[in-house]
C-alpha cells in the first residue's frame, strides 16, 4: 500500500469514492452532482491552502482524504486544519497520519479538527488510534 499527494488523473476515482459514501450518509437525500464534485476535489489538489491524500492498493485507490486550512474568526494570523472529505475502506490510518503531519508542517496551524457525520465506532476508533480526541458532535435540522 502507498499513501501519496493526489493527482488530477486521481480524480474521477476519488468521485466514485465519494458516490459511494454518499449513497448510504446522512446527506443522501441531497442530489450528488459529479461536476461539482469534480471542482471541489481538484480545488483541494491544487490550492495553496489544502491537500489531498490518497492510499493505493494494487494499483487501486481506496481512500481519499482531503483538508483545508482556515483562519480562526477569533485570531486570523492563526489558522487549524479541517477535513473536506475522508472516506474510503482501505488504509485510512495511513492517510489521516500523512494528513497529520501535514498539518504540523504548515506555518501558524495549531490544531486539526476532523468532522464526524455519522454514527461509526470504527472512525471513533481511527481517530483515537492517531491520537485524536472527541470534542462533540454533530447537530442537524432540515
Same mark, same amino acid.
Given at each position: 500500500?502507498?499513501?501519496?499527494?493526489?493527482?488530477?488523473?486521481?480524480?474521477?476515482? *476519488?468521485?466514485?469514492? !465519494?458516490?459511494?459514501?454518499?449513497?448510504?450518509?446522512?446527506?443522501?437525500?441531497?442530489?450528488?452532482?459529479? @461536476? #461539482? $464534485?469534480?471542482?471541489?476535489?481538484?480545488?483541494?489538489?491544487?490550492?495553496?491552502?489544502?491537500?489531498?491524500?490518497?492510499?493505493?492498493?494494487?494499483?487501486? *485507490?481506496?481512500?481519499? !482524504?482531503?483538508?483545508?486550512?482556515?483562519?480562526?474568526?477569533?485570531?486570523?494570523?492563526?489558522?487549524?486544519? @479541517? #477535513? $473536506?472529505?475522508?472516506?474510503?475502506?482501505?488504509?485510512?490510518?495511513?492517510?489521516?497520519?500523512?494528513?497529520?503531519?501535514?498539518?504540523?508542517?504548515?506555518?501558524?496551524?495549531?490544531?486539526?479538527?476532523?468532522?464526524?457525520?455519522?454514527?461509526?465506532?470504527?472512525?471513533?476508533?481511527?481517530?483515537?488510534?492517531?491520537?485524536?480526541?472527541?470534542?462533540?458532535?454533530?447537530?442537524?435540522?432540515?
Amino acid at each position: 500500500m502507498a499513501v501519496r499527494r493526489a493527482t488530477v488523473l486521481d480524480i474521477p476515482r *476519488i468521485v466514485k469514492l !465519494l458516490e459511494d459514501y454518499h449513497k448510504d450518509s446522512p446527506f443522501k437525500d441531497i442530489p450528488f452532482i459529479s @461536476t #461539482d $464534485m469534480f471542482k471541489i476535489v481538484d480545488y483541494c489538489i491544487y490550492n495553496s491552502d489544502s491537500v489531498t491524500f490518497v492510499a493505493e492498493y494494487d494499483g487501486e *485507490i481506496t481512500c481519499a !482524504l482531503a483538508g483545508v486550512l482556515e483562519p480562526y474568526m477569533m485570531n486570523s494570523k492563526q489558522r487549524y486544519a @479541517t #477535513d $473536506m472529505y475522508f472516506v474510503g475502506h482501505r488504509g485510512g490510518l495511513y492517510v489521516l497520519k500523512k494528513f497529520l503531519k501535514w498539518v504540523k508542517a504548515m506555518p501558524r496551524c495549531n490544531a486539526a479538527y476532523m468532522a464526524v457525520s455519522t454514527n461509526n465506532e470504527r472512525v471513533d476508533k481511527l481517530y483515537e488510534l492517531a491520537g485524536l480526541k472527541r470534542t462533540g458532535g454533530m447537530y442537524v435540522v432540515r
